[in-house]
């Protein structure tokens, strides 16, 4: 065979190929989840068509002038909702007159939700022509009307919106596209939501999990349990997006059971410096510090020193005396003031302190560094005075300073 | 006739040989398709049937029971919770927005003061939005109320409930400010509430912002005029009628604060038209350092090598650094570490250098970076800034990498480890 014919064969052969795999592999099942959805039964189309509503007989433009005076720093929203009642009844041609008044290509920096709320409702009617429009004004301007649009399209046409997601996928990441599949799905039962979720990308699925977790998490026991065994037949990543969302929920009303159970959910930190088990046991803490500092000591191999530490710090930055009272009378006091101590001065040096603090945290954070120092230096006088020429003159000054006074 | 026979058979073997190749081909990719092809589960392609819940409809029944008003409140909050968690963007959306509207409307001021505190715990993205969406109604309804009770002790969102209020009844809000005595742990955020509604006020009514001045303090007058400085409309006459509102005040400082605070903003976008500004200007020396500052504090963020190089270059050598530059360099130097890394290596020897990087010293070492941090401590000439830098590092050293500090260490002349030994 010549090199023509075997091109030409060879062309065929890969085209044949891909035919057989595109067959194969069948539709998108995402377009087919969709197009399974009801249409909403009736949209607000018909309203302005009627034309018996006066904002039908009202120019565009007068209505919005109207508006826009009544609401010059485009910040009231009952002017603004006021003004959707006439804009949700609006027609294509009044959106786009409407538009010439509200000013859409003005400085990126001042939000104009009424141009926002008139590409909303253009989309209502016709999604495609205010996306084109939307997406026809410089990058910078363009983005907010674009997501009032695509929010819009998703809203009653989500097969369609899909397929323009699909079909633009850079310009649908930066629209928070995902975001909005997942929300759309969100309308489902969870189990219903997560099943279609695994048809979708990585970002609708974050979101769909994360919240049906989330939900689960708050459910009765029984409901919960059940969701626990569903998240079997879902991939590890999915199943842990999901189970960290409901340990997260569920813990926010009882750390404790979830805490003791831990072992049983299987789960699985993505990043192990940030492990969950610590946040919740840090929220419990902020909550009930006492609780939480006592189960600590009940159950030792479930929490360590930094955990207690972590507690105990916060507790006296937003409780200073009922901190105090606590850790008085304790055997390991001084060791708690002697760890705090070290941990406020190296925050200090490291300007942590500083510069997320106002005044005020600062000053209490001083007071409460000199009052532990003294509670340490009562207890373990010889260590605690090492440490004190140890570090900078400066910081040892301030430390010392209150104990000076006392003594 | 045979061998026309003959060649016609082989013609037609060649031909399915060549079209063999392609039908596996296909075949094969079908194959290799048909075993990846995603098979849903059937409850993918299925969609519950859309109800609307009744609370929507339903009209707030005063005469209902406790028990109904209960089951109402339920529902209401669960469709409110659906809603924003099944809109793709509840911010753009104008229809949640109306709904939310209209069921908040349905609920008491003690419920929604009652829900807005139980829902502390929101977790998800669109709880949260619910969440300051129920305070914005709060503070709607009841701006009194919301602004003084919405702290819970975890989060203080008075600001927001105060503009909430004010930006649906601004002339309610400002006057209830004037002269109302606000409970203890608000009281200190008077000022704050009152000025940050007055920076959004600012773009489209100065008029209305310049009728607050007289109901404030002198410190809290200066001070809200020096945020407008840095927030107001960036044209002239606005900056005009700022400078001679200040000048009102018999405290004369104040004046070159706020020309400095006008610097600031306008080096932020144009540090050359700050510049030619204050070269036009008289001054004493104390007076242009003040307004050099103004420039830099602009200018840092966008230009950070440049702004500093500049600013040192205009401060006279004997006078010390003002206290306001020791935050500005932690700022840079945390943000914009690697410019100005390389304008600190670039600094000439002398008190300048020595202060700057006594103080770097501490700050790179913060960023882990603890040879950069040796290098400016041992870089100090001045003995009494060189001690406490070397000191500094070696805590912060021994803290974050002991065998890295122990190197350094006993590479020290002899000098800086007697030093280090007291």
Known sequence: ?407 | MQRTEGSSTARRRRWLRLIALPVLIGLAGYAIGRSAREVPESAALQWSPRTEPAAADRPANDESTADQREVFVKELKDRLQYLWRSSPDPFRDWEVKRETRQLLAKLTTAELEAWFRSSEEAVTSAEHFLRSEILKSWAQRDGPAAVTRCSTGKDDPSISAFISWAEVDREAALHWLRDVELPPHVGSRKSSLRVNFLLRLVRYDFDRVTQELPFMDAAERASTLNALALNAPDDPAARERLRKLTAESPDEAESIRMESSLLTRLAQTDPAAARARVDAMDLTPERRAQLEFGILYGAANNHPAEAYAEWVAHHPAEQPLPETFWPLLDQSLSFRTEPMIAWMDSLEAGSVRDAIYERGTRLVAAKQNFTKAAEYATGIADPARRGPALEVLKVMWSEGDPDGARQWLEGLGEADRKALAK
């Open chain 1, 1 to 407: 065979m010549n090199f023509r014919g075997t091109a030409i064969l060879l062309l065929v052969t890969a085209c044949t190929g891909w035919l057989g795999y595109r067959a194969g592999i069948g539709p998108d099942q995402a377009e087919a989840m969709w197009a399974a959805r009801d249409r909403p039964a009736a949209t607000r189309q018909g309203l302005s068509k009627g034309g018996d509503r006066a904002s039908a007989r009202k120019s565009a433009t007068a209505l919005l002038q109207d508006f826009k005076a009544r609401d010059p720093g485009c910040n009231n929203p009952l002017v603004q909702l006021e003004g959707w009642e006439s804009v949700r009844a609006f027609t294509a041609e009044q959106c786009l007159e409407g538009l010439k008044v509200t000013g859409e290509e003005m400085d990126p920096t001042s939000r104009t939700p009424w141009a926002g709320m008139l590409y909303f409702r253009w989309a209502e009617l016709d999604p495609d022509a205010a996306m084109e429009r939307a997406l026809r004004l410089p990058e910078g301007h363009n983005h907010d009307f674009a997501q009032s649009v695509l929010s819009a399209w998703f809203k009653n046409d989500p097969e369609a919106a899909y397929r323009w997601c699909k079909s633009e996928p850079k310009r649908a990441e930066r629209l928070s596209g995902s975001n909005m599949m997942g929300a759309m799905l969100l309308s489902e039962p969870s189990q219903s939501a997560m099943a279609k979720a695994t048809l979708l990308d990585k970002m609708t699925r974050y979101r769909v999990f994360g919240d049906a977790g989330t939900l689960a998490g708050r459910d009765t026991p029984e409901a919960r349990q059940a969701f626990l065994q569903s998240l079997g037949k879902y991939g590890d990543e999915d199943r842990q997006l999901a189970l960290k969302a409901l340990l997260r929920s569920w813990g926010a009303s009882e750390a404790r059971e979830v805490l003791e159970r831990w072992d049983e959910f299987g789960y699985h930190d993505p990043n192990p410096s940030f492990p969950e088990k610590d946040s919740i046991l840090r929220r419990w803490g902020s909550r009930e510090p006492e609780q939480a500092l006592a189960w600590t000591e009940e159950i030792p191999q479930a929490a360590g020193q930094p955990q207690q530490l972590d507690i105990y710090k916060r507790w006296v930055d937003s409780d200073p005396e009922a901190a105090a009272r606590w850790l008085e009378g304790r055997d390991n006091a001084g060791e708690y003031a002697a760890l705090l101590v070290k941990q406020f001065h190296s925050a200090t040096l490291k300007g942590t302190v500083s510069r997320s603090a106002t005044q005020q945290v600062r000053q209490s954070r001083e007071e409460a560094q000199r009052r532990h120092y003294q509670l340490w230096a009562r207890q373990q006088p010889q260590a605690a005075a090492e440490w004190l020429n140890g570090i900078d003159t400066a910081s040892a000054t301030k430390i010392k300073g209150g104990e000076d006074a006392t003594h």
